[in-house]
């Protein structure tokens, strides 16, 4: 019984420090969003303020709480789709926050090395990474059905002009400002949304590098290795001419290195997040403000 109010009370210090690292790193959840206070919407973060207030999918679902006191409300196809991929988009970003938390954790707390085989934080790491472009591709659906009324493989497969870069991840934010639809929310939302959608495109690369080349640092430190062995950059005799001051001066270079390759692994994680938060603001607007348009004109 001690044993367990023990690990409990652990279980909790480790909780408690990871949202405090999180909170340090400007890293909030995603449920946080678009609120100053209790009942203060974020004018900075409206658009998340309108999908938990308003969600695409709302009316039918709080239907079936109530269910047998009335008629059940009309939900499109296009509607129920946006409302599953931005819960998916939601439960991903809850994900990479606390992939990302514990690598926080790992790394600044229990001080672990991203190279060693057993490395907590590198498996942190890489699942934040593809669970984050997991989240980029969910706001693209959402963002899809709401403004053309496809699915995103549709879309992708959609003849006309500009068809051959419909599968670019940026295309449908671009090709939305083409439509010419007359709200003024939906119109200042579209020119962030391509800007942002062209600042995902990096974290993106980042992602697929990882699945089609390189995810680990010890597959980076082999060819490290084989490059410097085949380019002839080992010269073994140097070896023997190192003094005591070389080899300090070697460890305090190899520390800042450390150091270096910490900060680039943490930091595009933590900025893809942020940034995803900023692209979803746009993109929840953009449904609300076509939806309840479509609404108002029957």
């Not at 999180?22 to 609120?35: K, P, T, V």
Request: aromatic share 6%; hydrophobic share 45%.
């Amino acid at each position: 019984m001690a044993a367990g109010k023990r690990q409990t009370k652990q279980r909790a210090r480790i909780q408690e420090t990871i949202a405090r690292l999180l909170h340090e790193n400007q890293l909030y959840a995603i449920s946080a969003y678009g609120w100053s206070g209790p009942d203060d919407v974020d004018s900075e973060a409206v658009g998340h303020a309108m999908w938990q207030m308003d969600g695409p999918a709302d009316a039918l679902l709080e239907s079936g709480i109530t269910r047998g006191r009335g008629r059940t409300p009309t939900v499109t196809k296009w509607e129920i789709l946006c409302s599953v991929a931005g819960a998916d988009f939601e439960g991903l970003m809850i994900a990479a926050r606390l992939s990302i938390g514990h690598a926080l954790y790992q790394i600044r707390i229990v001080g672990e090395r991203l190279d060693a085989e057993d490395s907590l934080a590198s498996v942190h790491l890489l699942s934040a990474a593809m669970t984050l472009g997991a989240a980029s591709d969910r706001l693209r659906d959402l963002f899809i059905a709401a403004v053309f009324q496809k699915t995103s493989r549709s879309y992708d497969r959609s003849n006309g002009p500009g068809a051959t870069e419909r599968r670019l991840y940026d295309t449908p934010f671009r090709e939305a400002r083409t439509l010419g639809k007359d709200l003024p929310k939906f119109e200042d939302a579209l020119p962030k949304l391509e800007r942002l959608a062209m600042d995902n495109l990096p974290f993106r690369t980042m992602r697929n590098k990882i699945v089609h080349e390189l995810a680990t640092e010890l597959g980076r430190q082999r060819q490290a290795a084989i490059r410097n062995l085949t380019e002839m950059r080992m010269d073994m005799s140097a070896w023997e001419k190192l003094t005591d001051a070389d080899f300090k001066a070697m460890k305090v270079a190899a520390e800042a290195d450390d150091a270096r390759k910490i900060a680039e692994a943490l930091e595009p994680p933590m900025a893809w997040y942020r940034l995803l938060v900023e692209t979803a603001n746009e993109v929840f607007i953009v449904e609300n403000v076509l939806r309840n348009a479509a609404a108002r004109n029957g």
